[in-house]
């Protein structure tokens, strides 16, 4: 079993930054995809970003590359989602998730979620 707990999320201006965390607990292996998701308001669970524990493999939604970036620290247990140049479409409740992940950007692949954490930007 494991656990996810994201925090970080909250109310910016377009044009900030905010770095998301997921603090993982319970077992996992270093071949274990971590992701993020986000949500908008009535729409699909859509693929943010995915690495594995040891970062060898990283993916990216096309559309997120150069602004967003995901980071793992093994020792905290913990995977990051930093977002930069925040816009009001970023808006969403953003999710990480653990599992085999494959393919990496379909929900479905992953079998751990965390409760989900809500970004807010403002024009």
């Known amino acids: 079993q494991v656990q996810l707990v994201e925090s970080g999320g909250g109310l910016v201006q377009a044009g900030a930054s905010l770095r998301l965390s997921c603090a993982a607990s319970g077992r996992t292996f270093g071949d274990t995809v971590l992701g993020w998701f986000r949500q908008h308001p009535g729409t699909e669970r859509e693929f943010v970003t995915a690495t594995t524990w040891n970062s060898e493999e990283i993916y990216y939604r096309n559309s997120l590359k150069g602004r967003f970036t995901i980071s793992t620290d093994n020792a905290k247990n913990t995977v990051y989602l930093q977002m930069n140049s925040l816009k009001p479409e970023d808006t969403a409740v953003y999710y990480c998730?653990?599992?085999?992940?494959?393919?990496?950007?379909?929900?479905?692949?992953?079998?751990?979620w965390g409760q989900g954490t809500q970004v807010t930007v403002s024009s």
């Open positions: 998730a653990a599992g085999p992940g494959r393919p990496v950007d379909n929900p479905g692949s992953y079998d751990y």
